[in-house]
């Protein structure tokens, strides 16, 4: 599976970016697509998740209310809708995949082991 990200950019604070990911290959196998980040110094960390086949969605603390994960099973894309975007957003976005067939428990797409495919990273900047 190929992931392509894309969407990111420079944003004022209060501002909205909306990011993509297309999966491409293999997808048949796709069971949940997600979203992590990682600002300069700091360890990757999860953004957002959902489960492929029921829909449904997880965020992390930071980030619930502001942004929204969706996806488009037909075209194998996900998005990432920031709004109300802060300095601390500031980060290169990965979207990654799941793709063992089965639906995952939703905890273990909090961590990056959740996931067998990566992307190359889109860069987000929010100025202050």
């Known amino acids: 599976v190929q992931l392509q990200a894309s969407g990111g950019g420079l944003v004022q604070a209060g501002g909205s970016l909306r990011l993509s990911c297309a999966a491409s290959?293999?997808?048949?196998?796709?069971?949940?697509m997600g979203w992590f980040r990682q600002a300069p110094g700091k360890e990757r960390e999860f953004v957002a998740a959902?489960?492929?086949?029921?829909?449904?969605?997880s965020y992390a603390g930071s980030v619930k209310g502001r942004f929204t994960i969706s996806r488009d099973n037909a075209k194998n894309t996900v998005y990432l809708q920031m709004n109300s975007l802060k300095h601390e957003d500031t980060a290169i976005y990965y979207c990654?995949?799941?793709?063992?067939?089965?639906?995952?428990?939703?905890?273990?797409?909090?961590?990056?082991?959740?996931?067998?495919?990566w992307g190359q990273g889109t860069k987000v900047t929010v100025s202050s």
């Open positions: 290959g293999r997808t048949f196998g796709i069971s949940a």
């Open positions: 990654a995949t799941n793709a063992r067939y089965t639906t995952p428990i939703i905890s273990t797409l909090w961590r990056p082991g959740g996931y067998d495919y």
């Open positions: 959902v489960r492929w086949s029921v829909g449904d969605t």
